[in-house]
């Protein structure tokens, strides 16, 4: 438990918003109910967290504003708006009170080491070695004996790690933007009641009958919890390189950057970066086009997995819809690793070959030839790998006419004509409104009202808030939250999506 400082400064200025300006707006906000301004709730809250109140850089010895309060606010409130009230404020923070253990801003604290990645204390020189220099922001599980399931939430500062290393936070746009997407992975946290073997990971994978299907989420002895709209894939390629497991979370990166992004709109802020998760964002929102935006993103707040069981393969349909997605997004990206299934891949594997047997005689290639085969033996991409092996293997000897015969050449050309096809494809399926994944997706949503087996996203989400308050610490609390859920309007009951 941590005492709030006053807000009596400004931490710096920042251009046309100035935070203690701001807080003195938002604090004519009035929580009806309680008959005070929903920022004394919201700062009651922070003080039975263990959360931090501003960043520890004291600017030219003035105070600091309480920056965690107004990110709460704006964060809360706004998502109240976005759903159209479905989840209320103090909803949302209800849920990051449950699962948000620890907020820092800078850096962990000595304190912290219960603060587990990859396998190793975020406090460990083990961790420092292999990890810290590569994330802005970071939500890790904390590890405690007989605890329930929970986060912790830090903003590295680029003040003390240096350029490429954290967010710079004496900007309130960086700390928004990345706030309001780390905060929407707590909010990604679902949890269900229910033991179903399917559901969680297994050791044994032979055992399961289906390799690809949806497995990322973490047992615990209350429930078994799931992040997001992430799947894991097990796959004997990546059995070699990723101990059996691809994940695939580029979905719920679009949720939660779209839903960010959304965010910062509504408090008039600027989305500075839209090349960020670019495919993702623009598959999210196809989702919500598709379903209704408040509803989905309900439901992502609520019980993310409901999304995945909604767009994963019932049995009855061609596609598995959030597969489908997640390998197009990836092989649009080059982010992670590429599945055995994305054309794209496939196609320039062949060219791969094609030109490295055609260009054999060239001396120069040699060097080149080696390390761009075992580069896709690895089958890990990134985008400045394969941009220089466009340049380097396909340009270059292509031009260079003395090295290929005829029949090289024409091989070589039906394969550049099949790789401009593939990425005629890739652009129909983000961008075209009659063939691309919205179009598809919307067409199976149709079939299923037909088929009178449709279920809308709120249905899948209404018992979510339930189950997720059911670990709250007061019980006069769950009453509290239970009618609120009650309560007319919160929930509708006979919400119908039309699909059309
Ligand atoms: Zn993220």
Redesign the pocket.
């Known amino acids: 438990m941590r005492k709030l400082s006053k807000v009596v400064g400004f931490l710096e200025e920042d251009g046309e918003y100035s935070k203690q300006s701001l807080l003195k707006r938002y604090s004519h906000d009035i929580d009806e109910e309680e008959n005070r301004p929903k920022l004394d709730i919201i700062r009651e809250i922070i003080e039975q967290n263990d959360w931090d109140i501003a960043p520890r850089s004291n600017i030219n010895g003035r105070n600091k504003a309480e920056v965690t309060l107004m990110i709460l606010y704006e964060y809360s409130t706004g998502l109240e708006r976005l759903t159209g009230g479905k989840i209320s404020y103090k909803d949302v923070l209800k849920k990051l009170s449950l699962y948000m253990g620890k907020f820092r801003y800078g850096d962990w604290r000595e304190e912290d080491s219960d603060c587990i990645y990859d396998n190793a204390p975020v406090t460990s020189d083990e961790f420092k070695k292999k990890h810290k220099d590569k994330f802005g922001a970071q939500a890790v599980t904390i590890e405690r004996e007989g605890e329930p399931f929970k986060k912790a939430l830090v903003l590295y500062d680029i003040n003390e790690f240096g350029i490429n290393n954290g967010i710079n936070l004496r900007d309130i746009n960086e700390i928004r933007h990345t706030m309001f997407?780390?905060l929407t992975?707590i909010m990604e946290i679902s949890k269900s009641l229910e033991m179903d073997e399917e559901y969680f990971e297994t050791d044994d994978q032979n055992d399961l009958g289906v390799k690809r299907r949806f497995r990322n989420s973490k047992k615990e002895s209350d429930g078994v919890y799931f992040v997001g709209v992430s799947t894991a894939e097990f796959d004997d390629l990546a059995d070699k390189y990723h101990g059996g497991r691809i994940m695939h979370n580029q979905i719920?990166?679009g949720f939660?950057?779209n839903i960010a992004r959304k965010l910062l709109e509504n408090v008039g802020d600027k989305v500075k970066d839209t090349d960020r998760y670019f495919h993702a964002v623009k598959i999210s929102q196809d989702i919500m086009d598709v379903y209704g935006e408040q509803d989905t993103i309900y439901s992502f707040v609520t019980d993310s997995s409901s999304i995945i069981r909604e767009l994963e393969d019932d049995g009855k349909e061609e596609h598995d819809f959030l597969h489908m997605a997640s390998d197009r997004i990836m092989d649009a990206t080059f982010n992670g690793v590429i599945p055995n299934k994305s054309p794209k891949t496939k196609i320039v594997e062949e060219l791969v070959t094609r030109i490295i047997s055609a260009c054999r005689a060239d001396k120069d290639l040699t060097y080149k030839d080696k390390s761009n085969r075992e580069f896709f033996d690895r089958r890990v991409v990134s985008k400045e790998d394969f941009n220089d092996f466009i340049d380097v293997m396909l340009k270059k000897p292509y031009s260079k006419k003395k090295v290929l015969n005829q029949k090289d050449k024409k091989e070589l050309d039906g394969l550049f004509d099949e790789y401009n096809r593939v990425l005629h494809d890739e652009n129909e399926f983000f961008f075209d409104e009659e063939k691309g994944f919205k179009a598809m997706l919307a067409a199976r949503l149709r079939k299923r009202n037909y088929d009178n087996t449709a279920y809308s996203m709120t249905d899948l989400a209404k018992g979510a808030l339930k189950v997720m308050t059911k670990n709250a610490i007061h019980s006069s609390k769950i009453d509290q939250i239970r009618q609120g859920i009650q309560g007319k309007d919160h929930i509708p009951e006979d919400e119908v999506l039309d699909g059309k």
């Open positions: 997407h780390e992975h719920t990166e939660v950057e």
